[in-house]
């Protein structure tokens, strides 16, 4: 009769913590970035891509990166480029927009990362 008594309560304890793990799961980031399903976001996406390939074709022109070349980049209204790292030979880049409160573009030269900000 004792193993019947703590059936029950084992069963509410199993119970009692998926429902405390799928509450903790809930409260985490998304593991996947933002959709590109607006506008806003395409236009941010595209400003990230051609300040990579600017960086890359002045490093070509160059032998180093120079952030020169985004001296007359067209971002969209609200958008904004952040350096993270720089040097001769490596640099990351942020591209944000107020446009898109929930994304960014990493720019670096292995190419262009959509991530959740």
Do not use: K
Request: a neutral charge; charged letters at 20%; aromatic letters at 4%.
């Amino acid at each position: 009769m004792p193993s019947m008594a703590r059936s029950p309560r084992r069963l509410a304890h199993v119970v009692l913590a998926l429902l405390v793990s799928l509450l903790i799961a809930s409260c985490a980031p998304a593991a996947t970035p933002p959709a590109l399903d607006t506008p806003a976001a395409q236009a941010v996406d595209r400003a990230a891509h051609e300040a990579y390939h600017r960086m890359e074709i002045g490093r070509l022109r160059t032998g180093t990166y120079t952030t020169n070349v985004l001296v007359d980049l067209e971002l969209p209204q609200g958008a904004r480029v952040t350096v993270e790292a720089f040097s001769d030979s490596e640099y990351v880049l942020r591209v944000t927009s107020d446009a898109v409160p929930n994304a960014a573009w990493l720019v670096s030269p292995r190419g262009v990362e959509r991530v959740s900000s």
